[in-house]
């Protein structure tokens, strides 16, 4: 499975100027993400997965953690990332149709 992590990791948008590949991106990303809750809700969960697996490690002092490690912003910290990676990715993966109707409807409007 390939990992997008933005709009410059989609092969489709690679060979196009980076302003036109943004301005492709911005479109259909946008209207994939009124289109589609799923890729919302898929981060939620990553998020809910990530914080669980924070506090869980959070509590055991088997683990012998800093002091740091134990304060209450440490389980956000560890989720938020791994939130915002998976939420790139679902969103760009849920563009990536879009993105190709974009791309033909071009080909077939320059000739």
Known sequence: MKIYWSYRSVPDLQNLPKKEAKAIWKACSQKAFKDNKKVFWK???VF???LVIAVFTQGHYWLHLHEWMKSSWFPAT???PFHILAMRHFWTEASLPLIRQALAQ????AN
């Open 43 to 45: 981060s939620i969960g």
């Open 48 to 50: 809910a997965v990530f």
């Open 78 to 80: 560890i989720a938020s």
């Open 106 to 109: 071009r080909q077939v409007t």
